[in-house]
């Protein structure tokens, strides 16, 4: 949720034309197809936008990319297989033998702490008849799969398969769980679904932030982006539009506040605006109102950052607190919001506190998510094909067009 309203432009941008996005070439990939645009239409469909256009001339990505099919599956193909996507909290794997399962496009994951305290992320699919694996979250101390019960450890080597004497050409140890990369930076854990094996100074954090948030990784951990804050729970919402909808929401510059969040609009020092653009992440930041309710003001604090992470990741930070957004793909005109919240430890047993903000979290979650729905209806109907952007407050939300055309090209 983007909350505030844009006063000045910090210059301290970096060409989306400049960017390096990860080579899918660069390693071999034996989980993916690399898509391809041989499909003229398609290739025609990422072209619709024109990176190169100023903000003032430029138009709007078109329509097909919020609803075709097609561009999404190109869309996880090339933003989403490649590069490090964070996938959840360090808070679900913080002891050995803690797991939690997802999904990111077709692919089914595990991540998973074994019992020597080391991370692993595995393809949750089983090495058999491909049923799914684990399910949910929780803590295990191997996998057992419920088809027809072959048992992996936690580092994912097969340690049982049933019933298989007689079985020629059979290698135990070539039937683990497939490795995907995993790292962590702060509370996020990132999973790298492009490479095959990372050179182990790739999975150094130092490593992750320098290509995850370029620049931005300092300016995010001096302004309170960190790991010592506890966390507290998590809200999901499944909403009914294409999650580059979502996205746009959040970087609009704060354009929507003042309009569909009347209530969060009182809290916040509108004028104190700013908004600062490096390579693949954008950040907001406002004063919190100091001439306004002590509710209001203890929640927002006296400054929020509002820090957004190409392709699907933004990081709130605001008083005491710290919200995560993130946004996953379910289909073209699908998406879920995950959130997580972690406050301040001081405040974790002050349940009033607590109750109040998270009410007011969900209020602006539940305006967002009717805006969200009722932008992807308007961009199914044949009224309209592409808008405009408001200058002089939307400079992130071209920024992440200008991202996701270099992204689609190559
Ligand atoms: S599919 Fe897993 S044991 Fe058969
Ligand atoms: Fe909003």
Redesign the pocket.
């Given at each position: 949720m983007m909350t505030t309203m844009l006063k000045s432009f910090v210059p301290h941008m970096v060409p989306p034309q400049n960017l390096n996005f990860p080579n899918k070439h660069r390693h071999s990939s034996r989980i993916f197809v690399v898509s391809s645009l041989c499909n003229p239409n398609l290739a025609r469909l990422v072209e619709q936008f024109n990176p190169k256009l100023p903000l003032e001339k430029a138009m709007t990505p078109p329509t097909s990319w919020y609803t075709d099919p097609a561009f999404f599956q190109l869309e996880l193909d090339r933003v989403f297989y490649r590069g490090w996507q964070v996938v959840g909290s360090t808070e679900q794997i913080k002891k050995p033998l803690d797991f939690f399962t997802g999904r990111l496009g077709n692919v089914e994951f595990v991540v998973c702490q074994d019992e020597n305290g080391k991370l692993h992320a595995f393809h949750n699919v089983?090495r058999?008849?491909?049923?799914l694996l684990a399910s949910g979250s929780g803590r295990k101390s191997c996998f057992v799969?419920p088809?027809?019960?072959?048992t992996y450890g936690l580092n994912g080597a097969l340690l049982k398969a049933n019933r298989i004497a007689g079985i020629q050409d059979f290698n135990v140890n070539e039937f683990g769980l497939k490795p995907i990369n995993v790292a962590t930076w702060g509370p996020f854990v990132l999973l790298n679904l492009d490479r095959e094996n990372l050179l182990p100074e790739e999975f150094d954090s130092h490593n992750v932030a320098k290509e995850w948030l370029g620049s931005s990784s300092e300016i995010l951990s001096t302004n309170g982006v960190h790991s010592s804050l506890s966390y507290l729970c998590r809200r999901e919402y499944t909403i009914e539009c294409n999650w580059k909808v979502f996205c746009d929401n959040y970087l609009d510059g704060g354009y929507h506040v003042p309009y569909a969040h009347k209530g969060l609009a009182s809290g916040l020092n509108l004028d104190s605006y700013s908004i600062t653009m490096f390579e693949r992440v954008s950040i907001q930041s406002c004063q919190g109102s100091s001439g306004k309710s002590l509710e209001n003001y203890d929640r927002v604090g006296t400054n929020a950052i509002y820090a957004f992470i190409y392709p699907n990741f933004m990081i709130n930070r605001y008083g005491p607190w710290m919200d995560t957004n993130l946004v996953v793909p379910i289909g073209p005109n699908k998406c879920q919001a995950v959130f997580d919240y972690y406050l301040e430890h001081s405040l974790v047993d002050d349940k009033d506190f607590i109750e109040r903000s998270l009410e007011d979290s969900e209020r602006v979650q539940i305006e967002d998510i009717v805006l969200c729905e009722g932008v992807q209806k308007g961009l199914e109907s044949p009224a309209y094909s592409v808008g405009r952007y408001a200058p002089t407050v939307e400079q992130a939300m071209h920024h992440f067009h200008c991202l996701l055309s270099e992204n689609m090209r190559k």
């Open positions: 089983c058999h008849h491909a049923s799969c088809y027809h019960g072959w």
